[in-house]
Every structure is written in C-alpha cells, then in structure tokens.
C-alpha cells in the first residue's frame, strides 16, 4: 500500500516537472518567432495536452499596434470561420438528441421566406440536406466575394441581418446538384444557425451556448459578439488584414455574425473547446463524432467534415479549423492534444502553422 501511494507521488511529481520544463521550452519557441516576426502585431498560443499535464497560455507582442499596448494573454480575439465547429457540433448534438436528422432534406427545417427565396434562385430544397450544409457541398453559391468585401471596405459600419447576407446569396446564385462537389461558403452556416433556431425555439446563439453546455465546461470567455453579454473587462484584441483596409475595430462585427463566424474567445476556450469535442465529452454518441471528422467526399476532392477539415498536418492526422483574422485551432488524436493559436496581422498568420508544428515536436 505504501509503495503504491510513493509510486503515485513520485508520478504526480515527475508530471509537474515535465509539464513545467516543456513549458519553458514553449515560451521560448513563441518568443522567438514573436522578436523574429515583430510586424506580425501579437501571437497568442494555448496548448492543452492532459495526459502530459498540460494547460499553458501565453502571448507576445501588442494588443494594439498604433498604441503599442501589450498583448494580455486572457484577450479574447474574434475568431470568425472558427465558429463553424461550434454550429456543427450543436447541430451534431441536435442529431444525438433525436431532434434532427443528418440526411433530413431542409426543405422542412428553414423558414418560409428563406425556403421560398432558395426555390427562387433555383434551388431543389428537397434534395439539399443538412448534411450538405455541415460539408459545405450544397450548391448553394456564397455571399462572400471580392463585391461583398468590396461593400464592407466602404461601408464598414453597415449593419447588416442574416436575411440581408442570405439574399445577398441567391442574387449570385449559381446552382449545383447537392452533394457532387465542395464549395466553401458561409451560406450553409447561416442556414444551419436558422435551423437551430427553429429546432430549439431559441436565438441560435443561446441554443449553441445551451446545446454545447457552454456555463458547465467553464468556456467563460466564449460568446457572440454584440449578441451576448461581453464576459471579461479585457478588450478584445484588434486585429488587422491588407483585405480589408480598416482593423477588426473599425468594423461592424455583423458582418460576419450568423454562423460562418460571430464567436469572440480567448485561446485558452478555444483550445479547451476542441479537447472537450474530440475527447468526446460534448457528443457523446462515438459514431455521430466519428461523422464529424470523417470524409464526405473522396479526399482528393475535399479534407472537409463537418465543421472541421481533417489533415495531414507535417505527418500527423489532425482535425482543424482556421478563422478570417488569423486564428487556427487543431486538434492532434495521437498526442490527445489540442492548440489554438491568433495572430493579429492575418498575413502572418504562416506563423501559427510553424508555431504549432514546433510544438507538437516538443509533445512527442
């Protein structure tokens, strides 16, 4: 008996200590790619790998480059197309509680003025699915083009409405058979946030925080920007891109906000989110996750799941999802370990990819 709780504390020890020695390791990973990078703004970083003890955030750099203030590393950063694994997940979880099915046509799921624009523009809703939607291999055109983004550089302060975007779609509609080819578009993300409201008779944004359990995971720096309470006094990190001419400050979060983006976390919720996921405490039902991360099409043709790409990151099988401004979270089965990473300079967002790639070379 006594070996056993000296062989214990001797584990507890050695775990402390490695997961206190990597740590030093990382920092100065970051800090080297921050002092070689410093145009990049900031890079923030949080690494959660359980079975080695773990759970380490950190940040370099400015939270404001004007100003030059620094980086805090609890700054929560708009993580736009991220958010399209926090809808599939609650709409996976609709599907585990028998609310919804996967191969279910959305003929019947969206509402009727949304149904009747879709049959407008050409599309056959009795044959588009939600799976379809999950996997971005609708047909339906995208609202987001070089025009749109054209409109959001000049009136950066427009308000705009999830119905607005989605008649933006069907004026540039361009139908293709659903399930025959993949075709990124924040469009089947704003369709899946509407059945979700209509499945739940909630705002989508409450329904995902509910179906997710965000409160009882403490995912407490997760929320819809402008949509929810702002949970933490820290500002949000800004955040800059040549694509559009103003920071994430001078524009209107709406218009990216229904679906394909609309989710402000810090890295440390975003990293523990994809634990959570992929540890299979969210979705329980092991074969509903499996179908998240799995192949729809021949992956010749698309690394795309559902709300998730799976792929060959530098030799190791990973599930991910990147973010307009920046942001990358990854998801490492053979190390059960889970990295989000913001750069706040979009152009330099390579950075991440190095960074992380390092970092999974210290977990071997």
């Not at 990473?341 to 790639?357: C, G, H, M, P, Q």
Request: glycine share 6%; net charge neutral.
């Amino acid at each position: 008996m006594k070996k056993s709780i000296f062989t214990l504390l001797f584990l507890q020890i050695f775990v402390i200590g490695y997961a206190q020695n990597i740590e030093v390791r990382f920092q100065e990973i970051l800090d080297s790619i921050y002092q070689a990078n410093a145009d990049c703004g900031g890079i923030m970083i949080h690494v959660e790998a359980p079975d080695k003890g773990i759970s380490w955030t950190s940040a370099a750099g400015y939270t404001n480059i004007e100003t030059k203030e620094k980086l805090d590393k609890n700054q929560a950063a708009l993580i736009a197309s991220n958010t399209k694994t926090y809808v599939a997940a609650a709409i996976l979880k609709l599907i585990e509680n028998h609310q919804l099915e996967l191969v279910e046509p959305i003929k019947k799921l969206v509402n009727k003025k949304t149904k009747k624009r879709l049959k407008k523009a050409g599309y056959d809703i009795s044959k588009i699915t939600v799976k379809n939607l999950l996997s971005h291999t609708s047909g339906i055109t995208d609202y987001v083009t070089d025009e749109y983004f054209g409109f959001v550089d000049n009136h950066p302060q427009h308000q705009w409405s999830r119905d607005e975007q989605i008649d933006w779609a069907m004026k540039v509609a361009d139908p293709i058979d659903a399930g025959k080819k993949f075709a990124y578009g924040d469009i089947n993300y704003l369709l899946l946030t509407e059945i979700i409201e209509r499945k739940t008779n909630q705002p989508y944004y409450q329904a995902i925080r509910s179906l997710l359990d965000f409160n009882s995971y403490n995912l407490n720096s997760t929320w819809f920007v402008t949509l929810e309470q702002t949970p933490t006094t820290l500002p949000l990190v800004h955040q800059y891109t040549s694509k559009l001419k103003e920071n994430s400050y001078n524009i209107n979060p709406s218009w990216d906000l229904y679906g394909g983006g609309g989710i402000a976390s810090t890295t440390r919720d975003l990293a523990m989110f994809f634990q959570l996921l992929f540890e299979g405490k969210i979705i329980q039902d092991k074969h509903i996750l499996e179908s998240m991360h799995s192949y729809v099409l021949p992956k010749e043709e698309s690394s795309y799941g559902f709300g998730i790409r799976i792929l060959d990151f530098f030799g190791h099988e990973t599930y991910y999802h990147g973010g307009f401004w920046g942001t990358d979270a990854i998801y490492i089965p053979e190390y059960n370990a889970s990295i989000a990473v913001f750069t706040s300079v979009k152009e330099k967002r390579d950075l991440n990819a190095i960074l992380t790639n390092q970092i999974i070379n210290l977990l071997k």
